[in-house]
């Protein structure tokens, strides 16, 4: 099928998609093992495709090895990582002649963690990802139909307000929409299954919250594309409802390509029939049997158009593996977002989080560095006193004394701290947490 048409029909396309993982996803709930079995089942149609490609040829060349020596997910591993500067370099070096990509589909990412990254992909990719969304909703078992239920999201795109009324019947706004516009929209659509990224969520959780409006009662509501942490977690559950909110993980490369259960928050399950996980330099974590941290490195199997294979997403992530089935249990951060010192060292996202641990009366945070020895501690809340900010301040900077020393000695760092009622999101509508001016 041409370019053309894949684009034309790609509502069907996600369809035979979804409904094939969906039989997947139920034969997988009854014995998790068959994950394994249908990814291996995968492995060789698409190892044999990215061999054809120059681009890969060469690197299984360098390694010393062929298709036959990749059959299991470990196995990847063979193959040299691909780090984001790589992976844009040849794609740009591919795509200078845009008239050949007219019928692909073209993104770019947020440039959250980096530079914005020109994405092309085929319309059969971009409706693989899709299938894998709507199988997060599956997942929950709370009753949603891909032909029958109501869907409304509120990502990055720009406004549109259209509704869908093919499949799936869906709504979307911008994330970038005012709490009062994102409130009355998901109102009116009245979702059975409701996801966009978490600053959205959030926003209409708080805006609901803070004006007592009653937000209608979804199945299920997924917060994708930013980290969920737990006071975000407890104010959605306020204002969405017990045991309907999950964390769905991805990337504007690859789509999603995880996400937990309401019922079992923070195992998330991977598909592992269309992408394989793999942790580069992993570290077994003390007293947590089968947990191992490491950078994440993915594979996705389904996308033809541009492959990533062992693509190095700048997550550091602890994996649990029961019955040689891999599960996401914990994203502890961008590995990039750093904490820069004078003398060359850094202090990572892990770092960041020890500070902010246990604030769940804090909404939303953000920390910026000014200088090599400033940082800002942006705090959001509404509903905290004046005494309990002293107390939160005096822990922080206590604790920041604890971890980074004490202020002009060494690589300790003068803390300041800021109240304000809520932080905006960036104009890509996410919200930075971690943010060093520091060049």
Same mark, same amino acid.
């Given at each position: ?16 998609? &979804? ?31 990215? #061999? ?16 036959? =020596? ?6 990847? !591993?063979? &193959? ?6 790589? #992976? ?31 994405? #092309? ?35 990055? +795109? ?71 942490? $737990? ?28 996400? $937990?259960?309401?019922?079992? +928050? ?5 598909? *592992? $029939? ?5 942790? !580069? ?16 490195? %993915?594979?996705? !199997? ?7 294979? *062992? ?12 019955? =040689? ?11 990039? $977002? ?33 200088? #090599? =020895?400033?940082?800002?501690? %942006? &705090? ?33 760092? *003068? ?25």
């Amino acid at each position: 099928m041409s370019y053309f048409f894949q684009r034309k029909f790609m509502s069907v396309c996600v369809l035979l998609y &979804l409904l094939k993982r969906a039989k997947t996803l139920k034969r997988a709930m009854k014995d998790p093992t068959y994950w394994v079995v249908a990814q291996n089942r995968e492995i060789p149609k698409f190892v044999n495709y990215i #061999y054809g490609i120059p681009f890969y040829r060469e690197r299984f060349d360098k390694a010393g090895i062929t298709p036959d =020596d990749i059959k299991v997910r470990e196995d990847f !591993l063979k &193959l040299p990582p691909l780090y984001k500067p790589e #992976y844009r370099q040849w794609l740009l070096d591919e795509t200078k002649d845009k008239s050949k990509f007219k019928y692909w589909m073209y993104r770019q990412t947020t440039g959250s963690s980096g530079t914005p990254l020109d994405l #092309y992909s085929l319309p059969t990719d971009r409706a693989s990802e899709i299938a894998n969304l709507f199988r997060c909703a599956l997942l929950q078992d709370k009753g949603y139909s891909p032909f029958f239920s109501r869907v409304f999201s509120t990502m990055v +795109p720009k406004p549109t307000g259209r509704t869908r009324k093919l499949f799936p019947p869906s709504r979307k706004m911008s994330s970038i929409a005012s709490p009062a516009e994102l409130v009355e929209g998901y109102n009116e659509a009245r979702p059975d299954f409701y996801y966009g990224n978490k600053t959205a969520v959030l926003a209409i959780a708080r805006w609901a919250l803070d004006h007592h409006i009653a937000l209608h009662k979804p199945l299920c509501v997924a917060s994708i594309s930013e980290l969920l942490d $737990d006071s975000a977690r407890a104010i959605i559950e306020r204002a969405f409802g017990p045991g309907v909110l999950f964390d769905i993980y991805g990337c504007a490369e690859t789509g999603n390509f995880a996400a $937990d259960r309401a019922s079992e +928050p923070k195992k998330r399950v991977v598909w *592992n $029939d269309t992408h394989v996980v793999n942790l !580069l330099n992993p570290k077994e974590v003390p007293g947590r049997p089968g947990v191992a941290v490491g950078e994440l490195a %993915l594979t996705s !199997l389904v996308h033809r158009g541009f492959p990533l294979v *062992n693509y190095v997403v700048g997550d550091t992530v602890e994996l649990l593996v029961e019955n =040689d089935v891999p599960y996401i249990v914990d994203i502890i951060g961008r590995s990039n $977002d750093s904490i820069k010192n004078a003398d060359g060292s850094s202090f990572e996202w892990t770092h960041v989080n020890r500070v902010m641990f246990g604030f769940t009366d804090v909404a939303q945070f953000r920390v910026i560095q000014k200088t #090599y =020895d400033d940082l800002t501690f %942006l &705090l959001a809340s509404r509903e905290v006193s004046d005494a309990r900010k002293v107390e939160i301040e005096s822990a922080i900077k206590g604790r920041a004394r604890d971890i980074w020393g004490a202020p002009g000695i060494g690589n300790g760092k *003068n803390v300041r701290i800021e109240w304000t009622e809520e932080i905006p999101p960036d104009p890509t509508g996410k919200i930075r947490v971690l943010i060093s001016e520091v060049k």
